[in-house]
């Protein structure tokens, strides 16, 4: 899971909190206080609790509530010591780094999850074949491959990757040296 309870506290705290008053985050605190509390009881009486498919899992809901009381509580912290009548998150130098590894661990995991998926798209154009050759090709493939240091397989993956197909549907491939870079124009 890429977010944690303090990440999403953190980020949601963040956000309301943006021009409330030292009263009005106090207000926060008690109601998070609250919150925990019951979400706690919860715990401890689950057949008390509405039980639904959709239920939030009660023990991830009180994790959830004890780090946006965490959070709460730092931000009426940092009021009382900056002696500002409104929270300014952009004063607020703690969650400003808290904001930036955040939004760099999200374009991290959106990096990621971007080149799986052109891996997942590469893997799915990919193509394993197994090749019988006459006798004659097998030759000129194996004298091709141990002129170049290669194997045949490695040979015949060298011959298809340059594999052109025209218009009319024909199929070619340009002279090459395997092994090699290709050559555009190779004189034979």
């Known amino acids: 899971m890429i977010w944690t309870s303090e990440d999403v506290a953190r980020f949601q705290v963040r956000r309301q909190a943006a021009g409330m008053t030292v009263h009005q985050v106090e207000q926060a605190v008690d109601t998070a206080v609250v919150r925990v509390r019951e979400t706690r009881q919860e715990l401890r009486f689950p057949a008390a609790a509405e039980a639904g498919q959709f239920a ?7 994790d959830r509530w004890a ?8 931000v009426a912290a940092h009021l009382a010591a900056s002696g500002a009548g409104a929270y300014d998150a952009e004063q607020d130098e703690t969650g400003c780094a808290w904001a930036r590894e955040r939004e760099e661990r999200r374009a991290t995991a959106l990096r990621d999850h971007a080149a799986g998926m052109e891996r997942q798209r590469e893997k799915r154009d990919e193509l394993c074949a197994e090749v019988w050759v006459g006798a004659a090709a097998g030759r000129r493939v194996r004298a091709a491959a141990a002129r170049a240091g290669l194997t045949p397989v490695e040979v015949l ?3 298809a990757e340059r594999v052109s197909v025209d218009d009319d549907g ?19």
């Open 56 to 62: 939030p899992d009660p023990e991830e809901l009180a």
């Open 157 to 159: 993956a060298q011959l």
């Open 170 to 188: 024909a199929v070619s491939v340009a002279p090459f040296t395997p092994g090699g870079l290709p050559v555009a124009s190779e004189e034979r």
């Open 67 to 74: 780090a946006v009381l965490t959070e709460w509580r730092r």
